[in-house]
């Protein structure tokens, strides 16, 4: 497969898997600790995958869980965001601007911070109280299952999520190798689609619930930024209220379908889009859920197999196609700004 080390990508997989245990060791001091709220604090790719997080906490605890993009925390504030509180965090490269900024700021307030980050030494690992461990830089597929064990090991010692246990039992059984198949398994349907859509003009993406923020995260990090491609991106549930009137019979329109409780807003899009669409590709979960996890679990695993099908492998065939490098950047990175 195009870029695709399957003993690396094997090793570090496990690795991250096994890090949800250092997560968990996190949550059990901040739970000893105490804490009135959970702050998730982000930018670009790291607030997308934090939404997930905070859209599944409705489901299962009453515990209060925020989401804020770090440039506006600092300059607006939050009322709720007090010394009680907890901010998760994180940047792959430990310098992300605002997230530093975001964590100097904080760290005046003497709120505590847990960040996912690779080194120790780098900015963001040298602000935070707990750094939550990032074993890969390169990828996006599996990145944040650290954050599992602190996020849901908060709510499993709250007694919001009791059958943690049972769920990091089921990653560490069936994670690693049903992430590799399912890779394995899209990567024809990931070249007939790359094949198809590289150099379009414009592309609708559509999905909702647990799942948006992969299609969010997708479209801007990687359609965008990596193959500056232009996009729309819409939850299902918006769809209906303004997006719609931009489809067309040839338009390319991709809808991600969730698994768990969204999943009707998901299947009322597509009934309309078959209509009134010939250009439609659904990717739906469901299809490629990892085998030897409870129904329970199934929409918490989701927004990783959303991002290992469509980042994992859909990205790197548009790459082949499109000639235009993944690490390629007009602007990001480039110089100050």
């Known amino acids: 497969m195009l870029k695709f080390d399957e003993d690396k990508y094997r090793n570090d997989l496990t690795a991250q898997v096994n890090a949800i245990a250092d997560g968990k060791k996190i949550a059990d001091e901040i739970t000893k600790q105490g804490y009135d709220n959970i702050f998730f604090v982000g930018v670009g790719g790291t607030y997308a995958m934090m939404m997930n997080f905070v859209t599944l906490a409705k489901q299962y605890t009453k515990i209060p ?13 939050n009322p709720h965001l007090t010394k009680n509180s907890l901010v998760i965090t994180g940047s792959k490269s430990g310098d992300t601007k605002e997230i530093v900024n ?28 707990w750094r939550i461990p990032l074993q890969v830089f390169k990828g996006v597929e599996f990145e944040y299952l650290s954050m599992y ?7 499993a010692d709250n007694g919001d999520f009791p059958r943690f246990d049972e769920f990091y039992d089921q990653i560490k059984s069936n994670m690693v190798e049903g992430i590799i198949n399912t890779q ?15 150099n379009t003009d414009y592309q ?6 647990e799942l948006w923020g992969e299609v969010y995260l997708y479209t801007m990090c990687i359609l965008e930024e990596m193959q500056w491609l232009k996009t729309k991106a819409v939850t299902s549930a918006e769809f209906f ?3 719609l009137e931009l489809v067309d019979k040839d338009l390319p329109v991709f809808l991600v379908k969730s698994v768990g409780k969204y999943r009707p807003l998901d299947e009322r899009v597509e ?9 439609l590709t659904v990717f739906d979960i469901n299809d490629y859920m990892i085998k030897g996890f409870d129904k329970e679990f199934q929409p918490i695993i989701s ?35």
């Open 241 to 243: 209220h303004g997006t």
């Open 204 to 209: 609708m993406w559509i999905g909702g619930g």
């Open 184 to 198: 394995k398994n899209f990567d024809n349907r990931a070249e007939e689609i790359a094949k198809k859509y590289y």
């Open 65 to 77: 869980v925020y989401l804020e993009q770090a440039g506006e925390l600092v300059l607006v504030d």
């Open 149 to 155: 064990g602190i996020f849901y090991g908060l709510l």
């Open 271 to 279: 009934a309309f889009l078959k209509k009134e669409n010939n250009n």
């Open 303 to 337: 927004p990783i197999i959303s991002t290992i099908i469509l980042n994992g492998r859909l990205s790197k065939h548009l790459e082949s196609h499109s000639g235009h490098d993944l690490d390629m950047r007009r602007y990001y990175r480039q110089f100050k700004y």
């Open 102 to 129: 975001a964590e100097k700021w904080l760290k005046e307030k003497g709120i505590r911070i847990a960040a996912m980050v690779m080194s120790k030494e780098s900015a963001v690992g040298e602000l935070c109280d």
